[in-house]
């Protein structure tokens, strides 16, 4: 037989002040929980057993850890520069500068861009990192980024073109392990180079200008170590021989510029010259071949040994082999050369 409570023990039954509470802050939380009908809260089974309110309140625990690793997450994978970040272009400085020419935002390839993104948006994220090396996102809005400032590291033209237009910069933060280090500024330059050399090619003056500025940036950074050519050229991808150019340029860098009117279309044989005309150097004449004076041997038998006289540009040299030579020996030799110098040494 079903056995039923009665009404009178029904209203005696105590009613718990959190019961209400916990329905509410669950409904808040998650439109998920239906009743008995709630299968998954935050992908999570609720647990059996006890009152609705508790397995609720559960289920409410799980989804709130879950969200937590979630946006844990989020935050590593922007610090590795694996999740874009929307920046106000005001937010991003530009400290070192572009190593295009001084007018890139005039040529035809800028207006190109310009118009590309304007009509389709920007297919490329720039790369940055934070101007503060401990920054970390805020991991309850990991993606929040106001008031925080950035360090341009490549992509000018598009944060350029984007402060423009008043929109948003889709951006990466790029790997920050020289953060901090005497290299920071040459591997910010060193990005640079390499981002403009894959996507495409620099002037000869552009491209020796910033292999030269990257050398002289390393060499600061390493005072107590020599910075050898080739050691550099390895290091950052080009030819031994673009180091030594790419100093000289970026050394004469300013008096380039102000001799030369079409200085981003000369070639590296033309860019030679002008180094040598700025700094007074001529071609050098070819050597002459020096004309040693001939050497001249004669020879001598005293009994069975051999005796060797030998002469060359005012040098005299003598060999007597198997004689036994003392310093009276010596005295009387040099007294007989002496004599016959003397006599025909003139003629």
Same mark, same amino acid.
């Given at each position: 037989?079903?056995?039923?409570?009665?009404?009178?023990?029904?209203?005696?039954?105590?009613?718990?002040?959190?019961?209400?509470?916990?329905?509410?802050?669950?409904?808040?939380?998650t439109?998920?929980?239906?009743?008995d009908?709630?299968?998954?809260?935050?992908?999570?089974? %609720?647990?059996?057993?006890?009152?609705?309110?508790?397995?609720?309140?559960?289920?409410?625990s799980?989804?709130?850890?879950?969200?937590?690793?979630?946006?844990?997450?989020?935050?590593?994978?922007?610090?590795?520069?694996?999740?874009?970040?929307?920046?106000?272009?005001?937010?991003?400085?530009?400290?070192?500068?572009?190593?295009?020419r001084?007018?890139?935002r005039?040529?035809?390839?800028?207006?190109?861009?310009?118009?590309?993104?304007?009509?389709?948006g920007?297919?490329?994220?720039?790369?940055?990192?934070?101007?503060?090396?401990?920054?970390?996102?805020?991991?309850?809005?990991?993606?929040?980024?106001?008031?925080v400032?950035?360090?341009?590291?490549?992509g000018?033209?598009?944060?350029?073109?984007?402060?423009?237009?008043?929109? %948003?910069?889709?951006?990466?933060?790029?790997?920050?392990?020289?953060?901090?280090?005497?290299?920071?500024?040459?591997?910010?330059?060193?990005?640079?180079f390499?981002?403009?050399?894959?996507?495409?090619n620099?002037?000869?003056?552009?491209?020796l200008?910033?292999?030269?500025?990257?050398?002289?940036?390393?060499?600061?950074?390493?005072?107590?170590?020599?910075?050898?050519a080739?050691?550099f050229a390895?290091?950052?991808g080009?030819?031994?021989?673009?180091?030594?150019?790419?100093?000289?340029?970026?050394?004469?860098?300013?008096?380039?510029?102000?001799?030369?009117?079409?200085?981003?279309?000369?070639?590296?044989?033309?860019?030679?010259?002008?180094?040598?005309?700025?700094?007074?150097k001529?071609?050098? %004449?070819?050597?002459?071949?020096?004309?040693?004076?001939?050497?001249?041997?004669?020879?001598?038998?005293?009994?069975?040994?051999?005796?060797?006289?030998?002469g060359?540009?005012?040098?005299?040299?003598?060999?007597?082999?198997?004689?036994?030579?003392?310093?009276?020996?010596?005295?009387?030799?040099?007294?007989?050369?002496?004599?016959?110098?003397?006599?025909?040494g003139?003629?």
């Open positions: 037989m079903k056995r039923t409570l009665s009404s009178s023990v029904l209203k005696k039954r105590a009613v718990r002040p959190d019961d209400d509470a916990a329905i509410v802050s669950e409904a808040e939380a439109e998920r929980v239906s009743g009908d709630a299968k998954l809260v935050g992908g999570v089974k %609720p647990r059996l057993g006890g009152s609705g309110s508790a397995w609720k309140a559960g289920a409410l799980d989804a709130s850890q879950i969200l937590q690793v979630e946006r844990t997450q989020v935050v590593e994978r922007i610090l590795s520069g694996r999740h874009e970040l929307r920046i106000d272009p005001s937010q991003i400085v530009d400290v070192i500068g572009s190593d295009r001084e007018d890139w005039d040529q035809d390839a800028f207006e190109r861009l310009k118009e590309s993104i304007t009509k389709n920007q297919d490329t994220p720039i790369h940055v990192w934070p101007a503060d090396p401990d920054w970390r996102p805020d991991e309850r809005e990991p993606e929040n980024v106001d008031g400032t950035f360090h341009l590291i490549v000018r033209r598009r944060h350029a073109i984007l402060q423009t237009l008043g929109l %948003p910069v889709r951006a990466l933060l790029v790997p920050q392990a020289s953060r901090g280090s005497r290299e920071e500024q040459f591997e910010m330059l060193f990005m640079r390499r981002e403009n050399e894959e996507r495409e620099l002037s000869a003056f552009e491209r200008v910033s292999i030269g500025e990257m050398f002289e940036r390393l060499q600061e950074a390493t005072p107590d170590e020599k910075l050898t080739t050691e390895k290091r950052v080009v030819h031994n021989s673009a180091v030594s150019r790419g100093r000289a340029v970026f050394a004469a860098r300013d008096e380039i510029l102000h001799a030369c009117k079409n200085v981003y279309d000369l070639s590296h044989r033309d860019l030679e010259k002008v180094l040598n005309d700025l700094s007074g001529a071609a050098k %004449p070819a050597r002459k071949k020096s004309t040693k004076p001939k050497k001249l041997t004669v020879q001598r038998k005293i009994g069975s040994r051999k005796l060797s006289v030998t060359q540009g005012g040098k005299l040299s003598v060999a007597a082999t198997g004689l036994a030579l003392d310093e009276g020996v010596l005295n009387g030799l040099g007294d007989v050369i002496a004599e016959y110098l003397e006599k025909h003139s003629k």
